[in-house]
């Protein structure tokens, strides 16, 4: 078994990024500029938000946070991403989601400027990943087709199944797994929770994306031998044995699943790292067009 290291895949693309984001920034005069939204103080949204923030200062893209209450309307939330489009010194807008219950995130996702979308979310760009056109591509299934690309993962004419159909990571997932392209060209199948035999469905697979928040859904006996693990799931687990009250579980049972694939990445420490690779990557692409460079 070959571990997805996202550690050393993520650093590897961020050690790239930063040579190019010094270049680009002597050009333009300015550094990529990142802003994120925070609306609540929710933990796991403070520690994500936090380590983009870390990142994007170790490879010298400028960010700024615009903390909002958990109580504000959703009118002062377009408000603010307004502000944000119209401010030519913004490459980068993101939202940190989930936000509270009496905002529609679709009211919010639509209102950011495709051009400033690193997330990949507006309409514009899920349409342009649907056409394969040049568009911002979702952080976290862009981040595992960079995983596959650093480790040479073969995928074209293989079959792969991802479980777990949103619109941020399973249904993404799934279109650039079929692109004609590389990594791509993958026969896919989209499962959910409504599909039938889906153990019978993994053990056909060569990939296997996991994404549907489920610790230790996948287990050894859903896995062919040989086959490539991807594992999105983290979900807040309680242990006493940590400082923090809990740790993070995926949705591989890592221990047995471990001893059958060819390939797994593991949590944390897989595809979280290389999600927030992707969103700097895409922050970069922003700034260079921003920039006209
Ligand atoms: P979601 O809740 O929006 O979607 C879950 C999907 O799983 C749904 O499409 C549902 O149909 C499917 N599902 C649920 N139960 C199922 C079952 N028994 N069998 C088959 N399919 C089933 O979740 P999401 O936002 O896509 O996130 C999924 C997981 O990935 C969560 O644990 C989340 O925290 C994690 N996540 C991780 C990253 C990262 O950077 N690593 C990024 C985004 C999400």
């Not at 609306?39 to 946070?65: P, R, W």
Request: charged share 20%.
């Amino acid at each position: 078994m070959i571990l997805l290291d996202g550690k050393i895949a993520a650093s590897a693309i961020k050690e790239k990024l930063k040579t190019q984001i010094t270049q680009a920034t002597e050009k333009a005069g300015r550094p990529p500029h990142l802003a994120a939204i925070l609306v609540g103080n929710d933990g796991a949204s403070e520690t994500y938000v936090a380590s983009k923030i870390k990142n994007c200062a170790l490879t010298g893209i400028k960010s700024s946070l615009v903390r909002l209450a958990d109580t504000v309307p959703e009118y002062e939330l377009i408000e603010a991403i307004k502000k944000l489009n119209a401010d030519d010194h913004v490459d980068g807008i993101l939202v940190q989601l989930p936000l509270p219950a009496h905002i529609k995130e679709e009211n919010i996702i639509s209102v950011i400027a495709p051009h400033k979308d690193v997330d990949g979310f507006h309409p514009v760009n899920a349409g342009k990943l649907m056409l394969d056109q040049k568009g911002f591509i979702p952080a976290t299934p862009l981040g595992i087709m960079l995983l596959l690309q650093h480790y040479h993962i073969e995928t074209s004419g293989k079959h792969a199944v991802v479980i777990g159909r949103s619109n941020i990571v399973g249904r993404p997932m799934s279109v650039l797994l079929s692109r004609n392209n590389n990594p791509g060209n993958c026969t896919v199948t989209l499962t959910h929770s409504r599909t039938k035999n889906l153990p019978d469905i993994c053990r056909q697979a060569d990939i296997i994306v996991a994404a549907l928040g489920k610790p230790g859904f996948l287990t050894s006996q859903m896995v062919k031998a040989g086959a490539v693990i991807i594992d999105v799931g983290i979900t807040r687990v309680k242990d006493e044995t940590k400082l923090s009250g809990y740790s993070l579980k995926g949705d591989v049972d890592f221990a047995s699943v471990s001893q059958t694939a060819g390939y797994i990445t593991p949590v944390p420490g897989g595809v979280g790292l290389m999600t927030i690779a992707a969103l700097l990557t895409n922050t970069y692409e922003a700034f260079l067009n921003n920039t006209h460079q």
